[in-house]
């Protein structure tokens, strides 16, 4: 994908997955999820971005990812790679998976 000026937004789904660590696992399920999101921006052509955070307490690494279709999931999770590389993160955490579409942009107020 090429970055570029479109008329209208390109539609996007977002994948939020909260990721509730184990004690002292923060970096473990840090590079478990980013292996993921590597393989899939590497072969899925869905995948847009994706922004990886470990929160400051300790418990929890967030991926927030944006794809082009909320059907992108079920192609994501047919892939037996895919699906054990996630699986690896049941080793050190748990999980919140929700996917999302846009209801409303909000972007500040441009000032006189």
């Known amino acids: 994908m090429i970055p570029a000026f479109a008329i209208q937004p390109t539609p996007t ?4 997955n909260v990721i509730h660590v184990n004690p002292g696992k923060q970096e ?3 590079r478990l999820i980013q292996d993921v999101v590597h393989y899939v ?7 847009l971005w994706s922004n990886l955070a470990k929160s400051t307490d300790g418990l929890t690494v967030v991926n927030i990812e944006a794809i082009s279709d909320p ?7 047919s892939d037996p790679v895919f ?3 996630f699986r690896k993160l049941d080793t050190v955490s748990s999980s919140e ?3 999302y579409t846009v209801g409303d942009l909000v972007l500040p107020k441009a000032s006189a």
């Open 28 to 30: 473990e399920a840090f």
């Open 41 to 47: 921006a590497e072969r899925k052509p869905g995948f």
């Open 71 to 77: 059907g992108d999931v079920e192609i994501f999770f």
């Open 83 to 85: 699906l054990e590389k």
């Open 13 to 16: 789904a977002f994948i939020v």
């Open 97 to 99: 998976f929700h996917t």
